[in-house]
């Protein structure tokens, strides 16, 4: 069956990237959500999709010129300040399996670090459009589960799956033909659908065989 992905939590519902968010993903029941890591000026793991913090908090200035105490001093909805990774590990452990989106130099070591202290790496899948980076943490840990998101798919992205030993490919959702999908589970690895945000275009992902697909609205496709 085809696993639920709750983007940046369930950001449909909720400020993307804060503990709200990922608790309605949890209350929502997605198999994985989603979330993205960059580093604090003082190397905390931070959770924050955007390199500057202006967008979805009432602060200025970048995620990695600022200390995890000033970041903490910004707010990105009421009551919801930016957590750090470890704020999300604690809330989601047990309850939901993340999926880690490496975003900037030095998340590779520190979010294997962090999944590794709290041994969830079972429930642990890390990704990113950049390739140094996950080729850096299988280099860390080769027992990390990957997905490699592609905003194009060509012969280098099949011949990746070897070289790197990618579990997941991840792939625009309007992108993703059925001989997508054959040549990627041919190779062993699965596929990841991004950004399916209609019922209409999740039919579809599912009649042709993509593993799982992630949503900023995963009610659509979850009924409880």
């Known amino acids: 069956m085809m696993k639920i992905v709750g983007h940046r939590g369930a950001e449909g519902y909720a400020p993307e990237n804060t503990l709200l968010s990922f608790q309605t993903a949890i209350d929502i029941g997605c ?72 975003k900037a130099d030095g998340t590779p070591a ?34 990390i589960r990957v997905l490699y998101l592609v905003r194009e798919f060509d012969q280098s992205v099949l011949d990746l799956i070897k070289i790197v030993s990618l579990e997941y490919v991840g792939l625009r959702s309007t992108v993703i033909t059925k001989s997508m999908v054959n040549d990627i589970h041919q190779l062993g690895a699965k596929v990841y659908a991004y950004r399916v945000d209609d019922t209409e275009t999740g039919q579809r992902l599912t009649g042709i065989g993509v593993d799982d697909i992630g949503t900023s609205f995963p009610k659509m496709f979850l009924k409880k």
């Open 31 to 102: 198999d994985r959500t989603e979330l993205d890591v960059r580093l604090s000026k003082d190397g905390e793991a931070i959770v924050m999709h955007d390199a500057e913090v202006s967008r979805t908090t009432n602060g200025h200035g970048r995620v990695d010129g600022l200390t995890l105490a000033e970041l903490k001093t910004l707010e990105c909805a009421p009551q919801q300040k930016i957590p750090t990774l470890q704020e999300v590990i604690d809330l989601c452990k047990g309850k939901i399996d993340l999926q880690i989106e490496l």
């Open 110 to 143: 520190k979010v294997n670090e962090l999944v590794t202290k709290d041994n969830i790496l079972s429930h642990v899948i890390v990704s990113s459009f950049d390739i140094e980076l996950i080729k850096e943490i299988k280099r860390i840990n080769p027992s």
